[in-house]
């Protein structure tokens, strides 16, 4: 089982899994998914790519995720993503070193490239899953997943991650925005 930090209230609040101490607790969420309508972009069967804003409720503010990143089919990845709390303005950027497609799910995994918490180490892995359930009806909360997100992990976990395809990263609710998944 993974470890994540316990007793720092910052990481909590921005809904992250550290690497220090503790079990990961998160159980299968209930969500809509479709892993045979769209092909699997793992080994280089094909493109794929996820962009979009999403936001949760945390605290008394928005834990705010910006995202866009591809793989293309030589392999090639491309971009990044931005997780931000608004009440304190805590933020952490990450270079995406894989991005991963099956159905409407993505797997997205980088490395820290900057922060400014002494919380969250530069350089080190990321990662989390989303989900896209089409296009947000207007005046109406999204019906996208997010799960939250790892920090802090090993060197080499994002490409775990990203492999294995997990979906025991706690769900967030109260979600705002769209993403979408190809």
Known sequence: MRRVGVGMALVGMLGLGGCQSGEVAGPEPTV?????????????????????????????????????????????????????????????????????????????????????????????VSYFYLIDNGKKRRGQPTQDVISSARINDQAGRDIEFCTTRPLQLPALTGLLGDVQVK
């Open 32 to 124: 809509q998914m479709n892993l045979d309508q769209r092909g699997d972009s793992l080994g280089g069967a094909g493109p794929a790519s996820v962009r979009g804003e999403i936001s949760s409720p945390s605290g008394t503010g928005r834990r705010v995720v910006w995202i866009r990143a591809e793989q293309k089919s030589n392999g090639e990845v491309k971009g990044s993503y931005r997780i931000e709390l608004t009440a304190s303005g805590t933020f952490f950027e990450v270079t995406a070193s894989c991005v991963v497609t099956q159905g409407n799910v993505a797997w997205v995994g980088g490395h820290i490239s900057a922060t400014n918490s002494a919380a969250i180490q530069i350089g080190s």
